[in-house]
């Protein structure tokens, strides 16, 4: 069984930096991608960054150049360094797990961004 743990939600002011953590635990196999994906109200769950253990990264467009993916292989961890927010940043971020044809999601971590 997999388990993923969300920290680092907060809320901010545009132009603001946030860092979301995620811990995974369980039998995960070395060979996996892990990611963010965010969902505001009304809208549909969107990547926003991904990281295979071997080290290929993926942003969306809209937030390349302002948040940093990156992650621990050996202690199944992965964080989101997130840069100069908007507040069209403002979504649940969600952190995701891929590995052995498994797909795998935290809970959820509120993201706000507002003056």
């Known amino acids: 069984q997999v388990q993923l743990v969300e920290s680092g939600g907060d809320l901010v002011q545009p132009g603001g930096s946030l860092r979301l953590s995620c811990a995974a635990s369980?039998?995960?196999?070395?060979?996996?991608?892990m990611g963010w994906y965010r969902q505001a109200p009304g809208n549909q769950r969107e990547l926003v960054a991904a990281?295979?253990?071997?080290?290929?990264?993926n942003y969306a467009d809209s937030v390349k150049g302002r948040f940093t993916i990156s992650r621990d292989n050996a202690k199944n961890t992965v964080a989101l360094q997130m840069n100069s927010l908007k507040p069209e940043d403002t979504a649940v971020y969600y952190c995701?797990?891929?590995?052995?044809?498994?797909?795998?999601w935290g809970q959820g971590t509120q993201v706000t961004v507002s003056s």
């Open positions: 995701n797990l891929r590995v052995l044809s498994r797909s795998y």
């Open positions: 369980g039998s995960i196999f070395s060979i996996n991608i």
């Open positions: 990281l295979t253990s071997g080290g290929a990264t």
